[in-house]
């Protein structure tokens, strides 16, 4: 059985595109993985966008056919937690909402065996705090893999106030192991990515609110004038509005800066239920 820095079996909660995502890497890597999610639709959506994802990178010789095939093989899903019972590890990927992470952290604390390694793939929240409402906080790390998992060469790693070297090296170790590069940050609102990230985000749509250019103008903007994959709007749709929206709110209340104020358009978005391409709209349609 695979064992990359003492882990063969692991548990991914949300099965989200970074869930999915990051779940397909660590079974293509040979790890046993088991992906949940409360929603027995996204399951099925994950299995599907899993499936098609592994065979466009077979395709591409990315990964070999017999990758493609052990991975499918090692990965099980469910919509019940208790599989998770006897995971060396469980990364979180569910809803950027504190509340409800902490409340599944503390479920997964439970259920868990104690050794188990508890990781959020949180873009901001406080990393301290979720492994302060845990009885493992030395077992408890930030792991903050990149949209979209299989193809984003970064894993930001997060050490809270109490996480243990030893925790924070294996997760490194894991990382690399995955074909990932690292990046490691103190535990402070938005880490180091979505610190830098976020503002460039939230000023593309006061730009668009002020009526400085379109959308389609901010976006080729920036993808042309400053050599990015994506526009920031195109981005953010991409990431998901709802996250960049939760993303800012962190940094808002948590640096205390009116610079992280997330703009009033954003918001609006919001509160319209466009979240970008995951609701079919966001800036843009789908
Ligand atoms: N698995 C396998 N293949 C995939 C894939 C996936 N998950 N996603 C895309 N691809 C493939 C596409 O199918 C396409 O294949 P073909 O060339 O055969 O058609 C290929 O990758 C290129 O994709 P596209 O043509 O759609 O577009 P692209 O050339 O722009 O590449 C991209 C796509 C890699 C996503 C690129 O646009 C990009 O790097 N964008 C920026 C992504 C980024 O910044 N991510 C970080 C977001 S921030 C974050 O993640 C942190 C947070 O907390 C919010
Ligand atoms: P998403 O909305 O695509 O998926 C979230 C999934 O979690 C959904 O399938 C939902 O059914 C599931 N879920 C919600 N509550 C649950 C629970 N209690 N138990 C089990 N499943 C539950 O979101 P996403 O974009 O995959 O983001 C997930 C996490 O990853 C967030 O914390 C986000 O900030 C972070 N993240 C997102 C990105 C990105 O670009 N979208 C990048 C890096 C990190």
Redesign the pocket.
Known sequence: MTNIAGFQSVGV???????AGIAQVCATYGLKTIL????PK?IETARTGIAGSLEKLSTKNVITAEQKIAAIGSLAYSSDLSALKDCDLVIE????NER?KTE?FQTLDKLTKPTCVLAS???SIPITRLGAATTRPDKFIGM????PVPLMKLVEVIPGMATSEDTTRRILDLAAGLGKETSRSADYPGFVVNRILMPMINEAFNALMEGVATAEDIDKGMKLGTNQPMGPLTLADF??LD?CYA?LKVLHEGLGDPRYRPSPLLAKHVEAGWFGR?TKRGVYKY
């Open positions: 909660v949300g099965g989200g595109q970074m869930g949940v999610d409360i929603n996204q990927a569910i809803v950027e409800i599944l793939n949180t873009s903050h893999f990149m949209n990431i998901g996250t993303i995951k």
